[in-house]
């Protein structure tokens, strides 16, 4: 799975519902043009659910793609926004895995052992194969890196893509009539799942580099709201009576700002955010809501 602009930028995911066969249909070729046009938005389908998820850079950036949606007479339900996470794994890890099947015809026989381990932030995701001497036969390679790459879009800690990690194969075992390209494939996916397990895989929330300006007499009420979002100042500028307020904030907390700011400042307060990294979550997001809620309640 590439780590490319498009996939780095893609940090929001609502899941829309369509209320009718008819609205299911337009729904489909609407969005194929909004992709099209748009690399940074982004439409996918969740195994589990089967819902619609469309992901792009913002709020905003959503929300104008939902209107257009709506413009186009489509009728539907749509999802609170979600935190686009990352999963990564810290700790090296060798695993072996032995995939063994018997149905009375032909079996399915394949043994891999997988050495798994951070890549450096912003290298995404590298395979590499060190087999020698045969023990895996070049053609089930390709078993291998599709039972990898299966993996790497719903990782180990909540279901989020998995990125920087590197993979490389470094033995194996194979069977003259029961080794197959599938049996390859299943049996690196299970090893590969385990591995990220092993290796301690954490939860990546987005990190905003957020921008405020407010009048001096408001400056410290806005503050006192940051913090409560997690917040990391970096910077404060005072000129005229008003005060430029730079900081970090994780973008779960940055949800809906723009209200409580106009609150805090007699709505003279402006502000512009903008992704700058992701980073580690803390412990009490390990588990956070699964990545898409179900459609029944959502504002239409």
Known sequence: MPDDDAAQLSLIEIAIEPKSKADQEKLGVALAKLAAEDPSFQVSTDRESGQTILKGTSEEHLDAKVGFLKRDGIDANIGAPQVAFRERVTERVELSYTHKKQTGGSGQFAAVTIVVEPNEPGKGYEFESRIVGGAVPKEYIPGVEKGLESVLSSGVV??????????QLIDGKYHDVDSSVLAFEI????????????????????????????PEDCARAVIDDLKLRRCQIIGQDTREGVVGIDAMVPLMNMFGYASPLRQKSNDRATFTMRFDHYATAPPNTTQPDPPFRPAIGMRA
């Open 187 to 214: 049996a690196t996916r299970a090893c590969f799942r385990e591995a990220l397990q092993k290796g301690k895989s954490v939860l990546l929330e987005p990190i905003m580099k957020v921008e405020v300006v407010t």
């Open 158 to 167: 909540a279901g989020f893509p998995v990125v920087d990690v590197k993979v």
